[in-house]
C-alpha cells in the first residue's frame, strides 16, 4: 500500500517600494462593534495582516501573529489582523477561538475598504505602517511571524525612519 505525503510551502514575497499612502483614514470594526480608524494607533508602528476565514494559508499564519502580539506586549507595535470576511463577526469569531487566537487584535472590514485602500490582489496580505502612518514594507502569503528573521526585518524597517510625516 502506497502512502502519499504532503506537503506544503509558501513563498512570501516583501515589497519594499516606496509608498507614501498611509492608512490613517481607513475606519475598522473591532469584534465588539466599535469602530477605529488606523490614525488612533498614530505614534506606534502596526503590522496590518488582512486576511479572511476561508484562507488556508491565513489560517496557517494566525497562530505566529498571536505569538508575535505576545512578544510585542510593551513595545511600540501593534498587530492588527483584519478581516475581511462579508459575515462579519459571526464568522470570524468562531474561528478565532478554534484557533486559539483570542488574545490577538482582530477587526473586522466586511466592505473591503482595506483591499481597495491598499490595493490589495490577494489573502494574506500584510502592511508595516510606521509610526507615522506611512507603509515602510508589505509582504504577500503566510509568513512566521515571530520567527527571528521576521522580527529582526521588522525591526530593521522600522529604525529607518522616514523624513516626511503622513497627513
Known amino acids: 500500500m502506497a502512502t502519499l505525503a504532503a506537503s506544503t510551502a ?4 516583501g515589497d519594499g517600494a516606496p509608498r507614501a499612502r498611509s492608512g490613517n483614514t481607513l475606519a475598522i470594526q473591532r469584534l465588539d462593534g466599535g469602530r477605529e480608524t488606523l490614525a488612533d494607533f498614530r505614534g506606534r508602528a502596526v503590522l496590518l495582516t ?4 476561508w484562507c ?3 489560517r496557517q499564519e494566525m ?3 498571536a505569538r508575535l502580539h505576545r512578544q510585542s506586549q510593551g513595545r ?3 498587530i492588527i489582523a483584519l478581516s475581511v470576511d462579508r459575515e462579519g463577526a459571526e464568522i470570524v469569531k468562531p474561528l478565532i477561538e478554534e484557533l486559539g487566537v483570542a488574545d490577538l ?6 466592505e473591503g475598504g482595506a483591499v481597495r485602500h491598499f490595493s490589495i490582489s490577494g489573502l494574506p496580505t500584510t502592511i508595516l505602517l510606521g509610526p507615522d502612518g506611512l507603509e515602510r514594507r508589505r509582504w504577500y ?4 511571524w515571530d520567527e527571528a528573521a521576521a522580527t529582526q526585518e521588522i525591526a530593521s524597517l522600522l529604525a529607518d525612519k522616514p523624513d516626511k510625516v503622513a497627513p
Open 56 to 58: 488556508w494559508s491565513c
Open 105 to 110: 487584535a482582530v477587526y473586522l472590514d466586511p
Open 10 to 13: 509558501y513563498v512570501v514575497i
Open 50 to 53: 488582512v486576511w479572511a476565514t
Open 63 to 65: 497562530p505566529a501573529l
Open 76 to 78: 511600540p507595535l501593534v
Open 141 to 144: 502569503g503566510a509568513r512566521a
